[in-house]
C-alpha cells in the first residue's frame, strides 16, 4: 500500500531567523570526549535577533499580528534571552513591547549592560518586578495589558520563553533540520545519537519531541535543566505536547514516561548563577573551538553532558548533536567572573 503521508499542519509564520542555522563537528572536544560530537547552532538563527526564542517568536508573533496587536508583554529574568528577542523582534515589526523582568530590588535595577542594553537600544520599556511578583506574573500581566489597553492600544501577552504549544512550532520546524541533517552524515544512519539541549521553561524541548514523530527524526532528545528540576520539568514539557496534539489535532500519541529525558543535576548554585568549572567549560569550548556557550544555559548544559560522559562514555549513544540555543550576550554580564587571569 502506498500510504500517502499527511503533511504537518504548521501554524502560520512570519520569518524572523536565518535558518537553516549551521550543523557542525566539534573535532577536538569529540576526542577529548571519546564521542562522535556535533553542534546545531541555533546562536546563529541571527545577530541580536539570535537564540532559540527567534523560532518560537517566528509562530507566535505571526498569531499577535492576525489578531492585529501593537503591543507585546513578555516576563523573564533581568537578562532573559527571550524578553531580548521579543524586543527587537518587535522593533523589527514596528510593534511596541513591555517587558517585565525579574530583580531582587526593583527600585535598585541592574545595569544596563548584556541583553539589558540591547532591550533598551530596541525601545523596550521594562517593568521591573520581584521574584515574589514573577510567581504570581498572571496576575501582573493583566494589570499591564489592562493599562496598554485603557491607553487605546492592542495588547498581546507571550508567556515565559514564548513556551505555550504555538512556539513548540518553531522546534517542530527545526526537528526537520534536523532529520535532514542527520542524514547528511556520512556512515552508518543507524548510530544512536542523542540531541542534548539546556531547558529552563520546556518550549523547545517539547517542539522537538513533537517534531521527532512528526519528521521522524531518529534521536533520542535529552533535556539538561538549569532551574527547578525533572518532575517540574516532566510536567511543563508533558503539558506543551499534550496541548498542542490537542489543538492542532496531530496525528500522534505522547507517553509522558517514555518519551520525555532529563537529565537533573546540573543546577548547580542556581538559575543564572555559575560555579567557576561552569566557566571553565565555557573557556575550553571557546579554545578548542571558536564557539562561545553562555553561563545561563548552554554552559551549564554542555558541563552536564560532559560529567555525564565522563561517567559512562556510551549513555547518549555513539552520536550526540548537542543544541546551542544561543545567549552569547549573557557572556557579557559575567566578565567579572571569569578567573583573572583569562
Ligand atoms: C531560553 C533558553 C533556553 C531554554 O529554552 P526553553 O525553551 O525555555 O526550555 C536555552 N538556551 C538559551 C540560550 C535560552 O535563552
Not at 514523530?213 to 511543563?236: G, M, P, Q, W
Request: hydrophobic share 40%; aromatic share 8%.
Amino acid at each position: 500500500m502506498n500510504r500517502k503521508k499527511t503533511p504537518v499542519p504548521y501554524p502560520p509564520r512570519i520569518e524572523l531567523a536565518r535558518i537553516q542555522t549551521p550543523f557542525q563537528p566539534l573535532p577536538r572536544m569529540s576526542e577529548r570526549l571519546g564521542v562522535e560530537l556535533y553542534i546545531k547552532r541555533d546562536d546563529l538563527t541571527g545577530v541580536a535577533l539570535s537564540g532559540n526564542k527567534v523560532r518560537k517568536l517566528e509562530f507566535v508573533l505571526a498569531h499577535a499580528l492576525a489578531e492585529k496587536a501593537d503591543t507585546v508583554l513578555t516576563c523573564g529574568g533581568a537578562q532573559s534571552n527571550h524578553a531580548r528577542a521579543t524586543a527587537v523582534a518587535a522593533a523589527r515589526l514596528g510593534l511596541r513591547c513591555r517587558l517585565l523582568l525579574r530583580t531582587p530590588d526593583p527600585l535598585d535595577p541592574p545595569q544596563p549592560e548584556g541583553n539589558i542594553l540591547l532591550d533598551r537600544l530596541a525601545g523596550a520599556e521594562i517593568v521591573w518586578i520581584t521574584p515574589e511578583e514573577y510567581g504570581r506574573r498572571g496576575e501582573i500581566f493583566d494589570r499591564e495589558a489592562a493599562l496598554v489597553s485603557r491607553k487605546g492600544g492592542k495588547p498581546y501577552v507571550i508567556p515565559e520563553g514564548a513556551s505555550n504549544a504555538l512556539g513548540a512550532w518553531g522546534y517542530v520546524k527545526a526537528a526537520e533540520e534536523l532529520a535532514h541533517d542527520l542524514a547528511l552524515l556520512p556512515g552508518k544512519r543507524t548510530k544512536e545519537t542523542s540531541v542534548i539541549l539546556a531547558t529552563g521553561s520546556g518550549g523547545t524541548a517539547a517542539g522537538l519531541i513533537l517534531g521527532r514523530r512528526l519528521h521522524e527524526l531518529k534521536a533520542r532528545i535529552v533535556s539538561i535543566n538549569v532551574c527547578d528540576d525533572r518532575a517540574y520539568f516532566t510536567k511543563v514539557i508533558s503539558e506543551i505536547c499534550e496541548n498542542a496534539i490537542a489543538e492542532y489535532n496531530l496525528p500522534i500519541s505522547f507517553s509522558r514516561k517514555k518519551e520525555i529525558e532529563i537529565v537533573d543535576g546540573y543546577v548547580g548554585r542556581g538559575y543564572a548563577l555559575s560555579r567557576p568549572e561552569e566557566l571553565d567549560i565555557i573557556k575550553e569550548v571557546a579554545r578548542a573551538e571558536g564557539t562561545f556557550l553562555d553561563p545561563v544555559y548552554t554552559g551549564k548544559a554542555f558541563y552536564g553532558m560532559v560529567k555525564e560522559l565522563q561517567r559512562d562514555r556510551a549513555c547518549f549513544g555513539e552520536r550526540i548533536v548537542f543544541l546551542h540555543t544561543g545567549g552569547i550576550f549573557g557572556l557579557f554580564a559575567k566578565s567579572s567572573e571569569f578567573a583573572a587571569p583569562l
